[in-house]
């Protein structure tokens, strides 16, 4: 009798976790799924320079206060030209010994040399020839590269987005309409795994470029940046 009953509880049991489980699984309605994409092609209205001073010494001591001196200099040259201090940062020390010669086992470098870099955000890019000429003047010897970028990235993503979202309702529209279906309410959406920040037009930065220096004017051009949005969008069929 108590096997009996131990047989039937277990039953029970079984039944109740089947029940269950049949309550939890959803039958999806017949979707359509479709990849949205999304650009804003802006012009750039600032510029990232990495850039830096490099001295030597016959000491480490010589060489480190020629390049803080030089270092100084550009910042204050910087700020004089209207860069904001939040826009000049340091990004790179080091100082070290060089050895020139082959001989083995010398202990005395030939001199040592120092390197401050800095990465620094130009806003007004009409003076950018000018400020980059007054940097070589007051010590920098070294640019290591520009980057175009524009200030308010958070207004175009979101308009790429827009795009990207409407993007992705004219292809649900166009399949379902191509087999005589109903495009419905939107069952789930998110955002792609592509990468949505600015893309320079650097071919074109370039041919610019090459225009203006035989016409003796600006000797670098921002050309355009390009902010996308990727979405997954599924709509239900009806």
Known sequence: ??????????????????????????????LVSVNGTGEVRVQPNEVVVNLGVETRGKTLDEARKETDKKAAAIINYLKKQGVEAKH???????????YTSGEYGRTSPDFYMAQKSMTVIVKKLDKFDELLSGLYEVGANHVDGVQ?????????????????????????????????AKLGRVYAIGEGSSNGGPR?????????S?????????????????????????????
């Open 1 to 30: 009798m108590k096997k009996m009953n131990l047989v039937l509880f277990l039953s029970m049991l079984v039944f109740s976790a089947l029940s269950v489980q049949a309550q939890q699984t959803q039958v999806l309605p017949p």
């Open 88 to 98: 000049i940062q340091t990004s790179f020390v080091t100082l070290r010994p060089v």
């Open 200 to 208: 320079p037009m650097y071919k074109m930065a370039v041919m610019e």
């Open 210 to 238: 090459a225009v203006y220096d035989s016409a003796g004017g600006p000797t670098i051009a921002g050309g355009e940046v390009i902010i996308s949005a990727n979405v997954d969008v599924s709509f239900v069929i009806e």
């Open 148 to 180: 175009f970028q524009v200030s308010d990235m958070e207004k175009y993503k979101t308009e790429a987005r827009k795009k990207a979202v409407a993007n992705a309702k004219d292809k649900a529209s166009m399949l379902t309409s191509e087999l005589g």
